[in-house]
Structures are given as C-alpha cells and as structure tokens.
C-alpha cells in the first residue's frame, strides 16, 4: 500500500465547478508538496506546507497533521485547469533532510468548457 | 532566472543500449534530486546530490543506474544497458537547501524498445 493516497484517480468537471483533490498519508511528515503536471509538460509545485492552509489564486490547500490529511481546492475552475495533480510528502520530523520525498499516484482533472 | 532544464526531452533508445540523461538545476541550488515515474506508476526518489556529493542513493533500481555530478552544477544520469523496464518519465528538481521547497525539471521521457 502506498504511503501516500490520493482520491479521486480522476475527476471530470464542467467550467466554474469547485473541485477538490484529496491525500492521505500514513507516515511521518515535516512538509506536504501540491505538484501540478500538464500533459507532456513538467512538474510545477503549487504549494509547500506544513500546517493550516494557503492560498493562491484560485487554488486552495489546507492540511491537517493530526488527521493525516490534505486537500487542494480549485474556484471556479477553467479548462486551462486540466492537468494531473500529484501530492507529495517529506517523510521524517527533521526538516534537514527532505530527500525522502513520498508521492501520490495524482489525480488527473479534467475540466470541460 | 532559468529553471530546471532537462535534456533530452525525449529519448527512445532500443534495449541494451545506453542513455545518458542530463539535468541543470537553478543556479545556486546545491541540492539535486533525481526522480522516475514509470508507467501506472506513482513517482519514485531514485537519489539527491548535495554539491557533487551523493547524499543518499538508496532509491537507485540498481547498478545499471549510474549518476554524476562533477563539479557540484549539472548532473548525468547514465542507464546501461537498458531495459524495457527503465521506461517512463525521468525527473530532476533542485532546491537551495533541505527541507524548502524543490523546482522541478520538465522531465526527460525514455522509452526502450
């Protein structure tokens, strides 16, 4: 089982919905990464975090340490926002090594016009 | 400032041959990371590089992986010979100093026939 889950595996919205992504972790973690892919594109982290919740543009993540879990929101969403996105966590309390960085299978969102 | 750059951006190469795949983190940033996504997959640490050093190296597949980086700036990653196994989407990202954020590469897509 992967130590990081995330839901839904994929997920169609039609323009202007609110879409949220979901990941769960069952290990140890001193930060928690938002990753966003295009297709044939590459890696874009959205947003690093250890705690609360952060915002930028439309995008929204929230993490809760306690529960083990994270979740990206989109507002109003645009097709422009179709991509795979992908959580990805750093294992261990210690923040001096984040070379053990866990990753989610991604959510691919599709975002109708 | 330039990020990540990755080369080539892809490279289908036919088994038992060798590839080398090369990453130029963002100036400045000691810490490099090699990644691998293969096919259904979630993406894996393969290793990190602090300077030329190899921090850790624990996620390399094994000895037909080999990685440099002379110098302390770009890094090589040399797959020989190649499997049809090695396919998928190979990433590098970099970052100024453990436990911040990583910038990722576009990739470098291998395919072996």
């Known amino acids: 089982k992967n130590e990081v889950e995330q839901s839904p595996q994929n997920l169609t919205a039609q323009e202007g919905e609110f879409i949220t992504i979901n990941c769960s972790y069952s290990?140890?973690?001193?930060?928690l990464h938002w990753l966003q892919q295009h297709p044939g594109g590459g890696i874009v982290s959205l947003f690093m975090?250890?705690?609360g919740k952060k915002k930028h543009g439309r995008l929204i993540a929230t993490i809760n340490i306690q529960e083990k879990h994270s979740s990206l929101h989109i507002t109003a969403s645009h097709p422009r926002d179709s991509a795979v996105y992908i959580c990805?966590?750093?294992?261990?309390?210690?923040?001096?090594?984040?070379?053990?960085?866990?990753f989610g299978a991604g959510t691919r969102l599709t975002v109708k016009p | 400032e330039a990020g990540v750059t990755q080369f080539p951006s892809h490279s289908v190469i036919e088994k038992g041959q060798t590839v080398t795949l090369r990453c130029d983190p963002i100036?400045?940033?000691?810490?490099l990371y090699w990644y691998r996504r293969v096919m259904g997959k979630e993406i894996k640490f393969l290793l990190h590089f602090v300077k030329e050093s190899k921090q850790d190296e624990s996620g390399m597949p094994n000895n037909r992986f080999l990685a440099e980086r002379t110098g302390g700036t770009y890094s090589t990653l040399k797959v020989q010979p190649a499997e049809l196994e090695d396919s998928g989407v190979y990433f590098c990202?970099?970052?100024?100093?453990?436990?911040?954020?990583?910038?990722f590469g576009p990739g470098t897509r291998l395919t072996v026939t």
């Open positions: 975090l250890s705690s």
């Open positions: 990805a966590v750093l294992k261990g309390f210690r923040r001096y090594n984040n070379n053990d960085m866990r």
């Open positions: 290990v140890g973690i001193s930060a």
């Open positions: 990202a970099s970052s100024q100093g453990t436990g911040v954020e990583q910038y």
């Open positions: 100036s400045g940033h000691d810490n």
